[in-house]
């Protein structure tokens, strides 16, 4: 007779274990049903994955010559000539050539060419000029920080940069390689107006400052 009850009395047990496991599997009150085994028809569904954007193509800069250059807070209205040139080596050094004529602005395309990421631009020009007057930088000092610079293409494109620093460099604390050269990431386009400052010391023939004004404009590029 014994025999007879062990049957009922484990298949109770093992029916009583399920409704256990049932009990302790059930999810708890404000949690999202989640699928521990497959097939669970109440599951959650499986997330869609997010479409990752593709980037759209970076159209190349133009190329060609720049037709002006414009920044307001500085009397540098668009109107004053642009020529190219180099650098030229003497004694072991390396030195910018000078604006052909104290009416230019002077562009050094070897170094950098408005709307390429990562590089610099770079313009010089005379604050004055003896027997001449006032050059096209000539108040360069009084652009500051924030202030919008413009760069018109021959081609019409027009480039906008933000200006992030004016600064007065004595002729002695000069780095020139960090002018030229400044660590820039992929995203950044740097342009570089430099012209003469500080006291001017005369000469026997025309003169010199004993320092340089440096002015830093950047953009972002996409």
Known sequence: MRHRIVAPVVLFAFL???ALLSVSLAAPEGLTRRAVLPHISNADPEPTPTPTATPAPRKDPYV????SLYLGSALVLGGAP????DTYFSGGREYFEDPSAPQYITWYPRFGRPGWAAGNTIFAAHVN???YGNGPFAYLLDAAAG???????DNGDMLTYTVKSVTLYHLAGLDMDAVVFPALDSHTERVTLISCGGTFIPAAVGGEYDSRIVLVAE???P
């Open 16 to 18: 009583a274990g399920i």
């Open 64 to 67: 060609g010559p720049i037709k």
């Open 82 to 85: 642009l020529e190219e040139r």
């Open 129 to 131: 000029y003896v027997h």
């Open 147 to 153: 202030d919008a610079l413009y760069i018109t293409m």
């Open 219 to 221: 953009r972002y590029v």
